[in-house]
């Protein structure tokens, strides 16, 4: 059996009390203290969250965008330094190998982060990819460590973490989507105003050496404001309240983009991209689509779990990929892929709950969305 990594910060979620999981082949944190404390803290002040087993690649060289631009879906070429985008990594047929965020560091140098299972996958691919190009790629996972700070307060936490110095653009003047860089106690400090949680919050990278003196500048500085530490368990009903899809879950190979509702992430009128030909050949009129399904009561519908026809609960229409109770709206959430013919919001279907059929009601996603 393969061992499973840690973190940087290990130590300091065993010393805080933490339950552990398997995630990608990485032992992270799964909760502190209880999921709803945590889950609420996030939606009222602030979480702490260690996400170092994300993966990170650099590209860089003269046609480091070029490169991009055939290796993703997107558009990135086009990208301004300072930015970040939302983008997908496809197979020849179209399928997902991995959903990423690309951050533009300069003209010829960008910043991919991924998922951590798929970081041999979206390396290989890259690795293929990228012959050709005057480009070069690098795997920098193993020195870098990623602290998200996520919640209402998030962005009074990280000013006021000591330490932290010299942050151009500012943290009030970084916009959702970009990035900007600082230095925490001599350290290089990467900071990008992305988040998981559908709530506002800065994502910090650092070399592992100054990760863990920076978590417990972030805890002290955040304690007064309401900030916890926060582990997998509250991230994960975080995402789902706000439609966010998880690799395994809404995503896989056997899914296209268009069945996920990205398909405006892919930048079609590229002349060319990995996975082009395959999505002109694989769309097909009845291929299941992702929509939300809300029910009332206290039983929520678990993945995998048969989602049935409204009028005929015998007639199965698809398969729920997420769900929960939500603790922020108080009734049962989910995400499912369902034919084309239960998709449109206000459908009334069943979820198959453990031999009971629970009534659902097609919902437009997110289900969550924060007061800006």
Known sequence: ?????????HDRHETLGAS?????GWLMPVRYSSDLAEHHAVRTAAGLFDISHMAEFGVEGPQAGAFLDYALAGAISPMRVGKAKYSLVLDDSGGIIDDVIVYRITERRFLIIANAGNRDAVGRAFAARIEGFDAELDDHTDDMSLIAVQGPVARAVVEATAGIADVVPSFADLGYYAWSSGSFDDAPLFVARTGYTGEDGFELLIPNAAAPALWDALLAAGEPLGLVPAGLAARDT??????MPLYGHELSRDIVPAQAG????VAADKDDFVGKAGLAAVVTPDAPVLVGLTCEGRRAGRAGYAVFDGTDADTPVGEITSGALSPTLGHPIAMAFVSPAASAPGTALFIDVRGTRIPATVTELPFYRRNK
């Open 1 to 9: 059996m393969t061992e499973l990594r840690t973190t940087a910060l």
């Open 20 to 24: 552990f999981t398997d995630f990608g």
């Open 238 to 243: 975080l995402r789902l309240e706000a439609g």
């Open 262 to 265: 990205l398909g405006r992430v």
